[in-house]
């Protein structure tokens, strides 16, 4: 049994059918390809993009706290810092003093050491200041250290804010999260449907042509 095949007319009513179709559903598909990653209404993924946006966005701002802090943290380390710099030169000056002191005390004027009895307590007060000077320097050198290890955390930190800033973090919730990664995506999806939306209309404007130009003929 021979099957008959649909007539050139048919085909041309199912290519037009088939436009038409194309063409109504690329318009829709337009639209959510503007809004993806816009967070408004038609954006399919929205809810989550609104939702990483303000996560993005608190992030942000703690770490914008964080940044200040540590700026405050690294003067007040670097203010102790000299202020233990400062204090060690001194008691280190007040050790050599109080050396010379105590070795002076023991100069005798007619066989006698007038102030042989300061000698002790000047050589006693040169002693415990050098151990203060020392524990100045050390401290000044632990202070001096944690400062460069904040400020290591300072640069971590603002690098990590300047990968959110390019992300959208700031204005993610307002203006679209992704950054130009979604909006080269965006850009795309946009052109592909665009693209098929016209193929749609030539196809459909042929086909009507088309059978136009046989209703004329018959």
Not at 148 to 156: R, V
Request: aromatic share 2%.
């Amino acid at each position: 049994m021979i099957r008959r095949l649909p007539s050139s007319r048919s085909v041309l009513r199912a290519r037009a059918l088939l436009a038409a179709v194309g063409l109504a559903l690329s318009l829709p598909a337009l639209l959510v390809a503007l809004s993806l990653g816009t967070g408004g209404p038609l954006d399919p993924i929205g809810s989550q993009t609104r939702a990483l946006g303000r996560g993005v966005d608190q992030l942000d701002a703690a770490l914008a706290r964080l940044e200040s802090s540590l700026l405050a943290a690294g003067a007040t380390l670097e203010n102790g810092r000299q202020a233990s710099t400062d204090a060690s030169a001194m008691t280190a000056s007040l050790a050599t003093a109080m050396s010379e002191l105590s070795a002076a005390s023991n100069v005798q004027v007619l066989g006698v050491a007038p102030f042989g009895q300061l000698a002790p307590r000047f050589s006693e007060i040169a002693t415990r200041s050098q151990a203060v000077a020392t524990s100045l320097t050390s401290t000044a050198d632990s202070l001096g250290s944690t400062r460069t290890q904040l400020s290591s955390l300072q640069t971590d930190v603002g690098n990590l804010r300047e990968t959110l800033r390019s992300i959208g973090a700031g204005n993610a919730e307002q203006e679209g999260f992704g950054g130009p990664s979604l909006l080269v995506t965006r850009l795309f999806l946009v052109l592909l449907v665009a693209w098929f939306a016209a193929s749609s209309g030539v196809t459909l404007l042929a086909a009507l042509r088309e059978l136009a130009a046989r209703s004329g003929r018959s």
